[in-house]
Structure formats: structure tokens, C-alpha cells
């Protein structure tokens, strides 16, 4: 399973990367050495500015949410806090309910992640696997329904939610993100990428379908439910609109919906921005080190991606 | 059931046994996803398709008796009769247009410049990746906290600005469109003969403002923080190029401007439509950003249908319209998907029940592209 190309062999055996290959040719020519080491000075060069671009507005965050108000004003752009504080912190502990933000998301996320995960990956095996009548039809439905883009569910999604009476719920909040049809699909294309021959001992063994999924096929699936964890813990640590229209007290409010009565600013006297700053830099947290554990992964997408 | 099977004829003892408890399996594995999409994907768009066509204002429920069909007086509304709400609407369209305009082109060129970069062998390429993919995992809640204190009149890029002379504009509280602007630069003002004729209630002078200085913050938001996604998408496209073809090329002395024209371009087609396309359903629908950061000031001009489609439900009440606001967008998302299909079709492909040996690679992957935006999406 683990095809951990590191990026300095990326794709090592099929396929050759450019540069080394143009350059045992190019080797007799002493020019074209020199104008392709100036090249790939230029190269780093640009590429680092670029990395500083995609850089510096984080980087400026998490200073700034160490700053006091009027050091963030009047100096925005300095890399050293003058003086640094800890008060966005504290305020945001004491002065905001950031505390139960965090416990909502954290609900809600681990919730819908888990069970997400669970619901897609049998969903995907049986259209993978199993023969039924009605298998195209369903999977078909579930494409048409990926099609649909999810802004346009934002009023509808809030008037089914309210006529069942999940309105300002944990349910109304967790049950209709716990599906994706995305997530569905992604799963059924991997359990098609391994060898049905397992499945068939197995099952001449006389292991019920539950027991192979469970105990043959979940395990051997790993990379693809890793990606769908990801997917599935940033896209609900993330989400905003759905939480908006499934819940109104302040008691149930995310890290996301807080953060965004945050900016809007109602609360408070002054621009405050080290605080809101203090605010994104946390809830940002969470799926950064998701990010930097999977890295491998994520960034191998690439290789890995390739399914002929 | 099974006994049943067991009774009936000795050719059918076995494979209706198994099938019939396939077919149990298979329903039961499905129910759940079934049944929510159902609830709540599929039922949703039914019952938001009769508010639509209703005069329901939030009271009660929209099924009961507070609810009357009113036919498509709501879409007459927003379409064809002057007042605020169609203002409005024309208005959230022409914003809404110049940031797709604007965002899909360069978030896909920045992209697949990005990808075209880091695939090539260089140390601290993974640095690199990482760098260009971080914004793209964090929330647009998160970031757009962040962008409204970068822009902000007094902020980082009008310091930066001011240390290269230059004076910044108060960015998110700048209604003036950029286009306005720039005609303004060569002494083109409002002329009478555009600002008499009103399309969607908006002057023809207004739908040419291009976007405003306010929206262009939501643009460059938007590349900042797509480009690494559609980054590590075009990386999968790239390699999958088959490099005997760039080699061939390079020994036919081509420059690395034509092996790009005329190789990579053509190889990763399929690639370029997925990230058109999803860069076309995804503009269309911006909400998050307008929500957190300006809901739609100044003078209206970072409103979205999206947006509007919201407020004119959950703030005015006018839930009718708010429903008839999302299935237009819905329409717009559909015609321009299916447009970006029609014109990126390769004219030199062969359609696919004559397509023969190699060629087959190149065109069918779309659909596991789609799949495959999922970062890591399995080896």
C-alpha cells in the first residue's frame, strides 16, 4: 500500500522525471550547462518568492494574534510584536464562548467523520461488489445527486430540516452531512482496484458479506479511507452554511459560526483584530496538523491518482 | 426466502441463493446513504421547488395552509419586474459573473503554472507543494478573517503599497468598479446613452463597472486559496504525460514553450475540463466569504445570487423568492458546465466506440479525475 514516493524520486521507475534525462545529454555542451544552472537559480528563486507569497499571510496571522490592538494598527506588517501579549488568548477564553466553539465543532466533526466514513465505504462496496437489481439505477442517482451543487440545498435543506423537527439540533447539524455521494463514489472506485480473488475464498469459506467487508475488504482499503477521513474532518470542520441554516442558539454555534460573528464585528469596541486573528490561527489547528500527518498522501495524490 | 430457493429446481439451488442474499446485502449496505440523500438531498430540492412557485413567508410550514401556489409569479418577480429585488438580483448576476470571469481563467492558468513548476525534479519540491497546497485546507472562514485584516485601508498591502509609493484604495469599502476606474484613467465617464437603458433593473453602464475594487478582494482570495487544489490536480495530469513524447520533441529541437503548447496542453485536456468545470460550479456558488466578510456592502457590490438567495429568505421573509433565486443559479451552474463541455471538446477525437489503442488513455479519465480531486485518492 504504501507507495511513499518521496518527491525527490517522484514516480521513480515509470516515469522519468524531465530534467535529469534533457541533462546527461545536454552534458557536452558547456554552454547549456551553464544557462540551465542559471535557469534553475531562477527557478528557486521565483518558486521562493512565490512560497513567500503563500506564506506571509499566515505567518503575519499568528504574529498579529500576539499583538496588542494598536501595535496591530499602527504596524501591520512587522514580524516582531511590540509588545507581545497573550490577551487575544485570554479574551478569547474568557470574554468569548470559544471554549464551547470548539466543543460543537468537535462534536459535530468527530460525528460526521466517523460515521461518514462507515456509511460511504458500505455504500461503495456494495455497488462495487455485490449484484442486485436496482445497483445501476442507485448508482446512477447518486451521481445526478453529486451533480447538484450545494449552495442551491441551502433553503431546501433548511425546510426539511425544520419540518422534521431537527431544527437547532446536534441531529439537524450532524445527520445531513453524514453522507456524500462523493465520498460514495471514491470508495467504489477503490474497492473495483483490488482483486475480487480474497473475496471469493472467503466467501466459499462460508463467511457472510458482512464479515468479508468487515474483516477482508475495510482493512485492505486503507489509503482510500484515509483520504475520505481527511476529506470528510476538513470539509466538516470547515463547513459554515449548512450551520447556519440547521441551528439559531448561541449555545450550538461552531468554531466556524463564532468566528464568523467574530469578523462581523457586532461584539466589542475597537477593530480587534489580534483577537479575531488569535481565532483563525486556532481553528485552523485542527486540520493543519491533519494536513502535515497526511502529507505523504495528500501531496501523492498525483502518483497515486493514476488508475488505468 | 431462502427456504423458497431451496424448494424450487435444482439449477436455480445455487446462484438464486447467492444473488437473493446479495440482493439483501446490497439494499441494506445502500439504505443509509439512500435514505439520507433521499431525506435530505432529494426531498429538499422537491419541496424547495414548490416554495418556489409559492407565496409562503415563513410562517408555519411551507406544506400547510400558509402556503398558496402562485405559479411563477416569484421568477416574474426577480426576471421581469422592476423593483429593489430585481435590482438586486441583477446586480448580485453582474458581480457574480465578473468574479467567475476573473477567478476561473486565473486560478486555472496560476494552477497548472504552479503544477508545471513543482513537477519538476528540484530539491525542496515537496516544500514547495506544501507551500502552494496549505491555503487550500484551511477554512474560507479562516481566511477571510485573515484578508479582511491584509485589506483593511490601514493594512499589510497598503503598507506594502505605501513603500512603493503608492496609495491603496480602501479596498473592501471601495464600491467602484474596476473597469469604471480604468475608463476613468482615459477620461471616460458615465455616459447618458448606457446609464437610460436597464437590463435586470441594473444600467448598462453599471453591468460594464466590472467587478469593484471590494469584489477583487473576494478574487484574489479565491485564487489564493484554489490554486493548490487544481495545483495537485494538474500534477496528476502531468504525470501521466508520457515523457518519450517530450523527449521526441526536445531531439526535434522543440522549445519548452512549444513542448508545452503542443504536448502538455493537448495531454492533459481532460485534466483542464475537470478543473474549468469544478472552478465554475465553485465561483458560482460563493457564499462563505460574502457572509463572514462584507454580506454584500459596499453599495451592493460583493452580493451574490448565492448570498441574496439567503438574505432574501432567512432576513426579508420572502421565501418564494429566495427558492426561485437558487433554481436560477442552479439553471446558470447547469448551462455553463454544459458549455465549458461543448467547447472543450477535442475536435480531433474520435468519438469513443471508434477510439482505438492508445488514444483511449488520453480521453477517458475524466471521471476518475472527478474522483481523484480527493487529495490521495488511493495507488
Known sequence: MSRRIDSQVAGAPALPAPKRKSRSRAQSDAGAVRRRRLGSAMTYTFLLALAVIYIFPFVIAIVTSFKTEPNATADPLSLVPHPATTTAFHDLYSGQDFLLWVKNSAIVTLSVTFLRVFLDSLAGYALARLRFRGRGAAFATIVAVMAVPGVVLLIPKFLIIRQFGM???YYGMIVPLLVDAAGVFIMKNFFESIPVSVEESARIDGASIFRIYWSIVL?????????????????SWNELAHFIISAQSASLDTLTKGVAQLASGQLGSGNRYPLKLAASTLMTIPVAILFFVFQRRIMNASEGAVKE | MAKRYAQGPWWRLREPGIHGRQAAAGWLFLAPVIVILGLFLVLPIAAAAWVSFSDWNGNGSPLGAHAHWVGLANYRHLLTTPGLDQNNFGEALRNNLYYVLLVVPIQT???????????????FVGFFRTAFYFPSVTSSVAITVLFLFL???????????????????SWLYDPRGLFHVILDQFGVHQSSSLSNGFFLGVSYWDWLAGPSIAMCVFIVMAVFTTSGTFMLLFLAGLQNIDESLNEAAALDGATEWRKFRYITVPMIRPTLFTVVTLGLIGTWQVFDQIYVGTKGSPLNTTLTPAFLSFSASFN???????????FILFAIIV???????????????????????????????D?????????GSAP
Open chain 2, 367 to 375: 471521471a476518475s479525475r472527478v474522483a481523484s480531486a480527493a487529495p
Open chain 1, 219 to 235: 482493512p485492505m482499503a486503507r489509503p482510500a479511507l484515509v483520504t475520505l477521513f481527511i476529506l470528510s474532518f476538513q470539509g
Open chain 1, 167 to 169: 431544527y437547532d439540533t
Open chain 2, 335 to 365: 448551462f455553463f458546465t454544459v458549455a465549458t463541455r461543448l467547447l472543450t471538446r477535442n475536435p480531433d477525437r474520435v468519438p469513443r466506440r471508434r477510439r482505438f489503442g492508445p488514444t483511449q488513455r488520453i480521453g477517458n479519465q
Open chain 2, 151 to 169: 485589506f483593511n485601508p490601514s493594512g499589510v498591502i497598503n503598507k506594502l503599497l505605501s513603500y512603493l509609493g503608492a496609495t491603496g484604495p
Open chain 2, 316 to 326: 426579508s421573509n420572502e421565501w418564494g423568492v429566495g427558492a426561485a433565486i437558487a
Open chain 2, 109 to 123: 492558468a496560476v494552477s497548472l503554472f504552479l503544477a508545471v513548476l513543482v513537477n519538476r525534479r528540484l530539491k
